[in-house]
């Protein structure tokens, strides 16, 4: 089993910066990817950025050259440094951890952008 620990969640003005952190424990062996996803009021989830075992990127259109995601496998986390935020980043925003076919969500936080 894996257990996903999210935290930096909040409000932030337009144009502001956020770092969203998610820590991984219990059966961490062999991840596939880590990384993000987030789900707007009224929207379906969707991908925000995810990192592969092989070092591979992946980084959605709306957030690319705005957001970063990184990587420290020694703590099995992901960081999303979220700067020059719109009101469109706001929503949910959730760790995923693909592991040996199967997926795990974390609990979820909240990101508001508004002044």
């Known amino acids: 089993q894996v257990h996903l620990v999210e935290s930096g969640g909040g409000l932030v003005q337009p144009g502001g910066s956020l770092r969203l952190s998610c820590a991984a424990s219990g059966s961490t062996g062999s991840i596939v990817s880590m990384g993000w996803y987030r789900q707007a009021p009224g929207k379906q989830r969707e991908v925000v950025a995810v990192i592969y075992n092989n070092g591979m990127l992946v980084t959605s259109n709306p957030v690319k050259g705005r957001f970063t995601l990184s990587r420290d496998d020694a703590k099995n986390a992901v960081y999303l440094q979220m700067n020059n935020t719109k009101s469109d980043d706001t929503g949910v925003y959730f760790c995923?951890?693909?592991?040996?076919?199967?997926?795990?969500w974390g609990q979820g936080t909240q990101v508001t952008v508004a002044s």
């Open positions: 995923n951890l693909v592991r040996d076919g199967r997926t795990y």
